[in-house]
Nanobody, 126 residues
Framework: QVQLVESGGGLVQAGGSLRLSCAAS????????MGWFRQAPGRDRQFVGS????????YYVASVEGRFTISRDAAKDTTYLQMDSLRPEDTAKYYC???????????????????WGQGTQVTVSS
């Protein structure tokens, strides 16, 4: 059973940066796609971006493009979400997720993902 554990959340002022980590364990297959989602209170879970585990191709939603960067370290089986120029509207609980589907920019629906972490809170103050 794949387990994903996020870390790195916290409180930051607007314009600041945070790096979230997602450590995977228990995987018995080659990963295809790792995604990041976020969910603010009272709102649906929102896709943020994803990365092709095999070649590090990545895709982002427009609201974070140019500010967020997803990367991965295969040796550590860890995915990262570097968040720069943070805004108050980025405040949410952030989740990493793994999909066994082949990477595609269209894989933005939570149902496309098979395994989820417990989430880490990011709060951006104005």
């Amino acid at each position: 059973q794949v387990q994903l554990v996020e870390s790195g959340g916290g409180l930051v002022q607007a314009g600041g940066s945070l790096r979230l980590s997602c450590a995977a364990s228990g995987r018995t297959f080659n990963s295809n796609t790792m995604g990041w989602f976020r969910q603010a209170p009272g709102r649906d879970r929102q896709f943020v971006g994803s990365i092709d585990w095999r070649n590090s191709r990545s895709y982002y939603v427009a609201s974070v493009e140019g500010r967020f960067t997803i990367s991965r370290d295969a040796a550590k089986d860890t995915t990262y979400l570097q968040m720069d120029s943070l805004r108050p509207e980025d405040t949410a609980k952030y989740y990493c997720a793994e999909s066994r589907m082949k990477f595609a920019s269209s894989n933005q629906d939570p149902i496309d993902y098979d395994y989820w972490g417990q989430g880490t809170q990011v709060t951006v103050s104005s």
